[in-house]
């Protein structure tokens, strides 16, 4: 590490040595802002996550995680809020990224209609920009009463589906124009069919920003709260998903939404911080899944 650091102040000293007073006091300067910005990045993401460590730790124990919540027996638990998020998580990611990654494939390596490419992009791109309320409103509208589905976590999932499309979209697009055109061309000329050529070798070479897509909708459906207290229900009862219509007919809160119970209507903060330890090690979990499995797809 130390051979490396060194290795790269030296090549800064060479690139530094023929510039003038002014120049190289400038670039000291900036790199200094810059490694200042990182620094105070850093410290404050420690810091956030230290706090919540430290505030939630102590209320979590085994009993908090594995029962649900219930005034007759004194229980907190959160059992039913763990399986709701997953379950969001799994059905949201089984819609969107099918989805998503095909509509970026068509509109990156079929669509000829340039103006009809740029549009869709703008239009994605607002998507994007959205606010969650919204969503949760058109879901609750589109979802809940139009189709008829009810505040259900089905609904939930289908109103996330629509809400990260954009994410997967643009995210998955801009990996795919950086593999470079004469692998395809290349390809192509070797005989290659279209679609042979697109899962040869434009797939792998941008599954990096496909894996970098889903991670920012997890991390978008994990966080989300206004969309589920609108469709999905705050129930706080373990679900049947499997049998006898549960997956249709069951109302449930995430974890984010049991966050904003505890800490908004109910003013219990330990517990809250305990949710959010919960949920940090959820998305951690996901996310270096999501990495292995990138990893595993890009040496297949």
């Known amino acids: 590490m130390t051979k490396v650091i060194s290795s790269v102040r030296a ?12 120049r190289r006091t400038y670039d000291v300067v ?11 990045t ?9 706090y919540i460590l430290y505030r939630g730790l102590p209320n979590l124990n085994l009993e908090f995680l594995t029962t649900q919540e219930s005034v007759l027996r004194g229980t907190d638990g959160i059992l039913p809020a763990i399986q709701n998020t997953i379950y969001v998580i799994v059905v949201t990611l089984l819609f969107v990224l099918p989805l998503g990654v095909g509509a970026a494939i068509y509109l990156t390596e079929y669509a000829t209609n340039h103006k009809l490419v740029a549009a869709i992009e703008f239009a ?3 998507l994007a920009g959205i606010p969650s309320i919204l969503y949760a409103l058109v879901g609750m509208l589109v979802f809940c009463q139009v189709l008829g589905l009810g505040k259900t976590l089905l609904a939930g999932a289908f109103t996330l589906v629509i ?33 042979h050529m697109i899962r040869t070798i434009v797939l792998p070479g941008s599954i990096d920003g496909i894996v970098t897509g ?8 994990v966080g989300e709260s206004a969309v589920l207290m609108f469709t999905a229900g705050m129930g706080t009862t373990l679900q049947k998903f499997f049998s006898d219509g549960g997956l249709v007919d069951s109302s449930g809160a995430t974890l ?23 949920l940090l090690a959820i998305t951690l979990v996901i996310n270096l899944a999501a990495k292995l499995v990138g990893k595993h797809l890009r040496k297949k």
């Open 30 to 40: 900036m790199r200094s802002l810059l490694y200042l910005s990182a620094a105070l």
């Open 163 to 195: 809400m990260t499309l954009p994410t997967i979209i643009r995210t998955t697009q801009e990996s795919l124009k950086t593999v470079p055109q004469g692998y395809r061309e290349g390809a192509l000329g070797l005989g290659a069919g279209k679609w």
């Open 42 to 50: 850093c410290l404050l993401l420690l810091f956030l996550i230290g």
């Open 256 to 278: 984010t939404v049991a966050l904003y119970v505890y800490a908004k209507e109910r003013a219990q903060f330990d517990m809250a911080f305990s949710v959010a330890v919960v």
């Open 214 to 221: 889903c991670i920012l909708a997890i991390g978008r459906i």
């Open 124 to 126: 994605t791109e607002t």
């Open 11 to 22: 090549e800064e000293q060479k690139q530094t040595q023929g510039l003038s007073v002014r």
